[in-house]
């Protein structure tokens, strides 16, 4: 039996492939209490997928990798989960740099700036200029992200610089969004049995492929994610238009 990675990379068509995935990172907690552990255990557990399926998205020719890693809406959890959530992704961003580099991964930070610390912000920065000159995947990490505050951001800059009613149109509004260069997400995947999208990418996931698994984050394994791939591989997109006119075109 093939795998569904040998199924992909067998693809010659490279256009049938997503070109920007979103990973909804979700059930590291119910990982953790599942094992006796501590909550932030699974945050811990949870971090160290992240460079494993970077670097199979990468190998899957993926262009972009979208993570989501702290929601606005995840300043409600208890300050000891969210501090070392905050310490967690700096010390990823401090360990990986180097691989980053070495691996061709342009980086980029999806969020708000406001209410993250100057430590996480530098990690950020560091991160960002170390690998400017990258184009074999990137990979966006969404900080302090929510879909909503992006759209208000967006209509604020738009405001501040006096885009008039009648040229706001839905290519301007992509523009002023957070990385702009960032494309539509193709497939969203879901981990921890959830069925929601949770604030995530709202404008860019108006025609994205979800897929959804009862699997917990930190046991989403390069199989699962590959599954994903090939799943978003056989779906017929229609984009409004009939399957007759997909068909044709
Ligand atoms: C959701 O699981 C996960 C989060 C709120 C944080 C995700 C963060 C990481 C994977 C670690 C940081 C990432 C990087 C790249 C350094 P949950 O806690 O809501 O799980 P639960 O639903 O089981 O409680």
């Known amino acids: 039996m093939t795998s569904s990675m040998d199924a992909i990379l ?3 068509d490279k256009t049938k492939l997503p070109q920007h ?4 990172m979700d059930g590291n907690g119910r990982w953790a209490q599942a094992k006796g552990k501590e909550r932030v255990q699974g945050h811990y557990a ?3 997928r992240v460079k494993p399926i970077l670097k199979l998205a990468k190998r899957l020719k993926i262009k972009y990798l979208s993570v989501y890693a702290f929601s606005i809406e995840n300043w409600l959890r208890p300050s000891f989960e969210v501090s070392f959530i905050m310490n967690l992704i700096k ?3 401090q360990e990986l740099r180097q691989e980053m580099i070495d691996e061709g991964v342009f980086f980029n930070f999806m969020g708000r700036r406001e ?6 912000i530098k990690e950020i920065e560091l991160t960002k200029e170390a690998t400017k000159n990258n184009n074999t995947i990137t990979l966006n990490l969404c900080i ?8 208000a951001d967006a209509f604020k800059a738009m405001l501040q610089n006096n885009v008039k009613p009648e040229d706001v149109t839905e290519e301007l509004i992509s523009k002023y969004l957070y990385c702009p260069e960032v494309p539509d997400a193709d497939l969203i995947i879901r981990t921890g049995g959830d069925m929601r999208v949770s604030n995530f990418l709202l404008w860019r996931s108006a025609y994205s492929e979800l897929y959804f698994t009862e699997t917990y984050w930190p046991d989403f ?3 699962e994610f590959c599954d994903a791939v090939w799943s978003f591989m056989n779906r017929e997109r229609r984009f409004g238009k009939t399957g007759d006119q997909v068909k044709k075109k």
């Open 10 to 12: 067998q693809v010659t």
């Open 21 to 24: 995935v979103g990973i909804i």
């Open 46 to 48: 949870g971090a160290k």
């Open 91 to 93: 010390d990823y961003l």
């Open 115 to 120: 209410n993250l610390s100057k430590a996480v």
């Open 144 to 151: 302090n992200y929510g879909g909503r505050a992006e759209l």
């Open 221 to 223: 394994s390069d199989e």
